[in-house]
């Protein structure tokens, strides 16, 4: 247990489906991140949010749709995907510090679009 | 172009071996390197180094740092069927910028 928590942990959706993925860290932490891990390549960072503020994307395609609405909770909204859009997703969260950071990964959801 | 490049792809060794991963990176902001251990789903810190030279020890587990050659390594003593995973190497080249290696799948035999 990491302190950050994902759901669903699974989903199987269409490529007309409108789906969301949502994280919630209980760190305290105030910098929320969306990663997609696809097979044999490295972790990509999708999106950055500090105290609630989307400070990156990475370009990423507008299908794709981050919300932060605070700092404990992170939606990622998914409308018309691609198949090569399956992948597991991961949420991390870090304490925002002037220094260096350490990130914490939730369990990922494990998305394939058909 | 920032980038991390982990070394070797995958690694297989019998229980009690000592084996050593290996990453180099170029980043224009570094900041910290991260080592982090992936098994099913979420990758679970390991270390966290920014100094050269000093090594960091958890357990079998130790690593460090090399700002000057721009590499770290992480060594795994006396393996054990349990250290089995994928371990992945992280740059912080910048707030809230972290790349990524494609990390290195290690697979322990009893």
């Known amino acids: 247990e990491t302190g950050v928590t994902q759901t669903p942990r699974h989903l199987v959706m269409g490529m007309t489906n409108k789906k969301s993925l949502k994280c919630e860290q209980h760190l305290g932490h105030n910098a929320m991140y969306w990663y997609k891990q696809s097979a044999k390549k490295p972790l990509e960072l999708m999106f950055v949010?500090?105290?609630?503020?989307?400070?990156e994307n990475n370009s990423v395609p507008s299908r794709f749709s981050p919300e932060c609405p605070n700092s404990s909770h992170l939606f990622l909204h998914l409308h018309t995907l691609q198949p090569e859009d399956s992948a597991l997703y991961l949420c991390?969260?870090?304490?925002?510090?002037?220094?260096?950071?350490?990130?914490?990964f939730g369990p990922g959801t494990r998305l394939t679009v058909l | 172009e920032d980038k991390v490049v982990q070394s070797p792809l995958s690694l297989v060794v019998h229980e009690g071996d000592t084996v050593t991963l290996n990453c180099s990176y170029e980043v224009t902001n570094f900041r910290s390197l991260l080592w982090y251990k992936q098994e099913k789903k979420a990758p679970t810190f390991l270390f966290m180094l920014t100094s050269s030279g000093i090594e960091k020890k958890s357990g079998r587990l130790s690593s460090i740092l090399d700002k000057k050659e721009l590499f770290s390594i992480l060594n795994i003593t006396a393996t054990q069927t349990g250290d089995s995973a994928v371990y992945l190497c992280?740059?912080?080249?910048?707030?809230?910028?972290?790349?990524f290696g494609t990390g290195t799948r290690l697979k322990v035999l009893a």
């Open positions: 992280a740059v912080e080249g910048g707030t809230y910028k972290y790349i």
């Open positions: 991390a969260s870090s304490q925002q510090s002037s220094g260096t950071d350490t990130q914490y």
């Open positions: 949010y500090n105290f609630k503020e989307q400070t």
